[in-house]
C-alpha cells in the first residue's frame, strides 16, 4: 500500500515535466494516488498536459482559466463526478506580463499588478471557494511560494508581491477550512529551479549561481525534493501542519550574510 493509496486529488498549473507541480504529481501516483489535471485553454497547452498525465491513468484532463469562477466551478463539478471527494489541491499558478517582471517595481501599471494578483494570489481563494464543497473531511492544499514574498529579490518585482498576498491567504485560509472541515492549507517556498516560468525573471541565470555561494547546502535544489516535501504536506504525515511556509531551499533562507 503506497502513502497516498486510495486518495484523490486535482493538480492547477502543470505546464510541462519541468514543472514544479509536475514533479509533486509525480510523487503523488508513485504513492498511488489518482490525480485528475488542469490545463490552459490552448491546444497546445492540452496536449502537453495529456502526454504527463494520460500516461498516469488520469480520468479528468479539463482546460480552466482561474480568471473565470465559472470555468473553475465547472471543473470541480465535472471532476467530482468522475473521482468522487477530493483529498487534496495542488495550485501552482502564476503569472506576470513580461514587461512588470522586466521594468523597475515601482513602474508596474494598475492594470499590470491586478492581473499578476488576481491570477498568482486570488486563484487560491477562488479554489477553496469553489473546492471546498467537493473535498473531503481533513483534506489538504497546497501552493507554491518564493522568498521574493518576504525580502527584496532584485528582478521578481510585482511577482514578490503576489507572493507575499498568497502566503498570507494561505494563513487566513488555514484558519478557516480548518474549522469548516478540517482541511490543512500549506504552502512550499521553493528556491530556484529552472522552469517555464522561472525564464521570465529577469537575471534569473545570476540568481541561479548565488544560491550554492550562501545556502548551507552549497548547492542549488533540486525538483524532485519539492516533489518529496509536496508529497509530505498532502499525505497524513503532515496532519498537524497547517497554514505554514515550508522552506525547500537548501537552507538559502536562514542565512543573513
Not at 480548518?178 to 545570476?206: C, H, W, Y
Request: aromatic letters at 8%.
Amino acid at each position: 500500500m503506497g502513502l497516498m493509496e486510495g486518495k484523490k486529488g486535482l493538480i492547477f498549473g502543470v505546464a510541462n515535466d519541468r514543472s514544479l507541480a509536475w514533479h509533486i504529481a509525480e510523487k503523488l501516483h508513485q504513492e498511488g494516488a489518482e490525480l485528475g489535471f488542469t490545463h490552459l485553454p490552448p491546444p497546445k497547452m492540452e496536449r502537453r498536459v495529456r502526454l504527463l498525465a494520460e500516461p498516469i491513468g488520469a480520468k479528468v484532463i479539463l482546460p480552466c482559466d482561474v480568471t473565470d469562477d465559472d470555468q473553475i466551478e465547472r471543473v470541480f463539478r465535472e471532476a467530482h463526478e468522475i473521482m468522487g471527494d477530493f483529498d487534496f489541491v495542488l495550485h501552482s499558478i502564476a503569472y506576470a506580463s513580461r514587461e512588470a517582471l522586466a521594468n523597475p517595481f515601482f513602474q508596474t501599471t494598475r492594470g499590470d499588478f491586478l492581473q499578476a494578483m488576481e491570477i498568482s494570489a486570488y486563484s487560491l481563494v477562488a479554489l477553496a471557494r469553489f473546492g471546498l464543497p467537493t473535498m473531503a473531511e481533513g483534506g489538504a492544499m497546497l501552493t507554491l511560494s518564493y522568498m521574493g514574498s518576504v525580502k527584496m529579490i532584485p528582478g521578481y518585482n510585482v511577482m514578490g508581491v503576489c507572493k507575499a498576498a498568497l502566503e498570507s491567504s494561505v494563513r487566513y485560509l488555514a484558519g478557516e477550512l480548518g474549522r469548516e472541515k478540517g482541511i490543512r492549507v500549506n504552502a512550499i517556498s521553493a528556491g530556484p529551479v529552472q522552469t517555464l516560468s522561472a525564464a521570465g525573471v529577469s537575471g534569473f541565470d545570476k540568481i541561479l549561481r548565488h544560491y550554492p555561494q550562501k545556502a548551507p547546502l552549497h548547492r542549488n535544489i533540486r525538483a524532485h525534493e519539492v516533489g518529496s516535501a509536496g508529497l509530505y504536506l498532502l499525505s497524513d504525515l503532515s496532519s498537524g501542519v497547517t497554514g505554514e511556509i515550508h522552506y525547500v531551499d537548501a537552507g538559502y533562507n536562514i542565512v543573513g550574510w
